[in-house]
């Protein structure tokens, strides 16, 4: 490896976005390398094409899979939640923490893809795991009927996976808790509590999830246990429709998770569920603007500055400096690091 690259490659881990996308070009292969004194414009988009291709991928991956919507709405929001969108989701020591925090693999194999395509399209690193699940999300969650709201760009990937995966709400948590949890990340508006929680419109939880405290959960505990996927609907009236119709459910009693049913309960929060369970409209554009500061938080102070990248394969970092030599040796990019990682 030469010695400039190395001093760039050093430069990559730790600084922050600007410089780590200008120091990847740096010991990426000579097609893509950078002219030493032209600035990196990360205003530019680095890969137009990139809007398109995922919106292409995205509505034919949820054609033939409708729970994916479901899937990438999660992973999106385990994502962003812990220490703002960075794709940490993605790395083991965050994706198996908890095994409550099962996310679809079909979410995720979709994003791997999609990355590859655009990757592929833009000649090499410009758009980072981040950002296509951002992107990837929207179109998908608009396909199901929120308005469409823009995504901003330019999120860089983690290199570390988050360590307070116990910052993310737990099933059991109460108003109070989940207040606390969401102000502590930066959402400090109750009404975002709601909104968000109105994402249980779609998906499913696992039987172990479901709330035991009156006779319609111990009702549906039984039904889950007995079913052959071992999994429970969250919005008991329109399982696969991104409707009201969850908020409906929670006034009727009939929310699956403790941490839905109290939301119809809790002083704090009851009057925006009554609202949504009258008025869809309200909900989805509330729900659109939700998802947009979701997609901008930065996490607590003291987990940003971390080092940042963007990622060759969504599900590894970038091999470290040391197999720079590797890097300069590889064919492509996308092969040779992701076999040397
Ligand atoms: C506010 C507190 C929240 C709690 C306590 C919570 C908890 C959970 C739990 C326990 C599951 C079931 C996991 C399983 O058993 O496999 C789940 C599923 C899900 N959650 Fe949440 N969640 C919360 C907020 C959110 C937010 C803000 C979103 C997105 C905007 C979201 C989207 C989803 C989706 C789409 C599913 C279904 C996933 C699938 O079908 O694969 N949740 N949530
Ligand atoms: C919420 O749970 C916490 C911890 O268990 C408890 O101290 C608090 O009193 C509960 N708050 C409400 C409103 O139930
Ligand atoms: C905190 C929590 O919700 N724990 C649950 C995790 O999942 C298992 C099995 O599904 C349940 O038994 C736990 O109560």
New binding site residues.
């Given amino acids: 490896m030469t010695k400039k690259t190395a001093t760039r490659g050093a430069l990559a881990i730790g600084l922050l976005a600007a410089a780590a996308a200008a120091a990847l070009c740096a010991v990426a292969p000579t097609d893509m390398a950078m002219d030493d004194n032209q600035p990196l414009d990360l205003d530019a988009d680095q890969c137009p094409q990139t809007e398109a291709i995922v919106r292409d991928a995205v509505l034919a991956a949820i054609r033939s899979n409708n729970?994916l919507t479901?899937?990438l709405?999660?992973v999106f929001?385990h994502d962003c939640f812990l220490q703002g969108c960075d794709a940490s989701v993605f790395l083991p020591g965050e994706r198996n923490a908890v095994p409550?925090l099962?996310l679809?693999q079909p979410a995720l194999d979709l994003i791997e893809d999609i990355r590859r395509q655009v990757h592929a399209a833009c000649g090499g690193p410009k758009v980072s795991c981040a950002d296509i699940l951002a992107l990837a999300t929207r179109d998908a969650v608009v396909a199901a009927g929120v308005p469409r709201y823009e995504v901003h760009r330019h999120r860089m990937d983690r290199r570390q996976a988050a360590s307070n995966v116990f910052d993310l709400?737990?099933?059991t948590?109460n108003v109070t808790q989940?207040l606390g949890k969401f102000k502590r990340q930066g959402l400090d508006n109750a009404a975002d509590?709601v909104t968000?929680?109105g994402?249980?419109t779609?998906?499913?939880?696992?039987c172990g999830?479901i709330r035991n405290n009156d006779a319609f959960s111990s009702n549906i505990r039984a039904t889950c246990a007995a079913s052959r996927d071992k999994k429970q609907n969250?919005d008991v009236i329109t399982p696969d429709k991104f409707d009201n119709k969850y908020f409906v459910a929670l006034k009727e009693g009939h929310g699956v998770?403790f941490?839905d049913q109290v939301l119809a309960q809790d002083a704090n929060t009851r009057a925006l569920v009554d609202t949504y369970a009258k008025d869809e409209r309200r909900f989805l554009e509330d729900f659109a603007a939700s998802m947009k500061r979701l997609g901008s938080l930065k996490g607590r102070p003291e987990d940003q500055g971390k080092p940042v990248e963007i990622r060759f394969n969504c599900f590894r970092t970038n091999p470290s400096i040391e197999l720079n030599t590797a890097v300069d040796d590889a064919v492509t990019v996308d092969e040779g690091l992701a076999a040397s990682a």
């Fill in positions: 729970q479901a899937g709405l999660r929001f409550n099962s679809q709400p737990a099933p948590d989940m509590l968000l929680s994402g249980h779609i998906g499913k939880a696992g999830n969250l998770l941490s």
